[in-house]
């Protein structure tokens, strides 16, 4: 299926419905260059970093944290963090989490790292 920005409204909790494995984004729009995706979570991720791009959290329902080497961040609805490129972290939740990922298109989940059971397929870049 081809992603692009359609000018259509879209219904997130709908969307949601379609996520069935944590960790595994699917991609809603395309906005420029960047996808919008939504994502469900749950346990720790892998720690990781992404060379070239930023990287924005908007939780949607439930909280979790992301934590950094030298500080942790808690998010829950209504706030956002933006995980600048280059920057060692992991989002941790100890409970489900619904949550809107903004990333460049083509970007893996795990950056850096290649995890057998986290790293989930990509697109490539058009």
Known sequence: ???AATGRALHL??????????WRP????????????????QGEFVWHLHEE???LFVP????????FRDHVEHLEPGKVLVVP?????RPVADAEVEC?????AGVRNTGNVEHATLTAPTAPRG
């Open 13 to 22: 909790a709908r969307e949601l419905l379609g996520v069935t494995e944590h």
């Open 85 to 89: 490129r280059g920057v060692e972290h």
């Open 60 to 67: 949607l329902r439930g909280a979790f944290r992301v934590e």
């Open 100 to 104: 809107l990922l903004v990333q460049r």
């Open 26 to 41: 699917r991609t809603l729009a395309a906005l420029n260059d960047h996808e919008v995706k939504v994502v469900k979570f």
């Open 1 to 3: 299926m081809d992603i």
């Open 53 to 55: 791009e930023d990287e």
